[in-house]
């Protein structure tokens, strides 16, 4: 774990389209976690779903070319909720136009890494997927409970 | 990520995961995980250090898993924190691979 940082995070990260970059997301959501009070299970829920839309966008969108931006960008809503906002200039695609693949039946059945929109579902306060005119925009918000925003 | 493994009796290996299973943590364990997979017929997953699992994380469970599954082997995933547990249930896997946070009740799903 890393100790207090004095200075306050980035609103906005900017990273290229190759999985090692995703690395950097950690870090950030830690130190705005930080600025916000966030509490470590939103905590949980944001890295859990910043993780599965940037290696989708990175796996997919992008073909796994890298070089390619991706930038991720975090604005506090009123006191209510922490709302990121994901770009890419990938062909255009809603993960959530077709519906979760069905729950596995069996562990033979179980597709690795075929659950990520349901994760995202569950851990997302809300969700929003807006077709730009070069790319993708992708909005994913997270309640903080009051408490720890007095 | 750090990943240890070790012989139990009754041919159980338990395999000790520590830390955060982000894209990182699952690439560190993967290898390891599925040469353990490839001779284990009772495997004990060990997730009472993990604080973070992520999708690439889950693939690092699944994958084995099933290795160990196809060849008519048993896995059981052990001791995960709330929100670890609250990840395998909305993927579904804890209604194939069962969780147990007690190890006797984990061994007896092994035996």
Redesign the interface.
């Known amino acids: 774990m890393t100790g207090p940082n004095p200075s306050p995070p980035e609103p906005r990260l900017t990273l290229k389209s190759q999985?090692e970059d995703?690395?950097l997301v950690?870090p950030w959501v830690e130190a705005l976690g930080r600025q916000y009070s966030v509490p470590a299970?939103t905590q949980?829920?944001i890295?859990?779903c910043l993780?599965?839309a940037l290696?989708n966008i990175v796996r997919h969108g992008y073909g796994a070319q890298p070089s390619y931006p991706i930038t991720v960008e975090c604005a506090a809503s009123g006191v209510a909720e922490l709302v990121f906002t994901v770009e890419d200039h990938a062909p255009p695609f809603d993960p959530f136009a077709a519906a979760p693949p069905p729950?596995?039946?069996?562990?033979?059945e179980?597709q690795?890494?075929g659950?990520?929109i349901?994760?995202m579902q569950?851990?997302a306060t809300r969700l929003e997927y807006q077709h730009l005119t070069h790319g993708n925009r992708l909005t994913l918000a997270f309640a903080i409970p009051p408490t720890s925003n007095p | 990520m750090q990943i240890s493994s070790e012989e139990m009796a009754g041919g159980i290996t338990r395999v000790a995961l520590d830390g955060?299973m982000?894209?990182?943590g699952a690439a560190v364990v993967d290898l390891k995980m599925n040469l353990i997979a490839g001779s284990a017929k009772k495997l004990l997953i060990d997730l009472a250090k993990v604080d973070?699992?992520?999708?690439?994380g889950?693939?690092s469970i699944?994958?084995p898993?099933?290795a160990v599954?196809?060849r008519g082997g048993k896995?059981v995933l052990f001791a995960p924190n709330?929100?670890v547990e609250?990840?395998l249930k909305?993927?579904?896997?804890d209604?194939?691979?069962p969780v147990r946070h007690d190890l006797d009740a984990a061994i007896a799903v092994l035996g």
């Open positions: 999985l995703l690395t950690w299970d949980f829920a890295q859990l993780e599965e290696s729950a596995p039946t069996s562990i033979q179980l690795p890494g659950q990520g349901r994760l569950k851990f | 955060r982000d894209i990182a973070f699992l992520g999708s690439m889950l693939r699944v994958i898993a099933r599954n196809s896995v709330e929100m609250s990840v909305t993927a579904g896997i209604t194939l691979i």
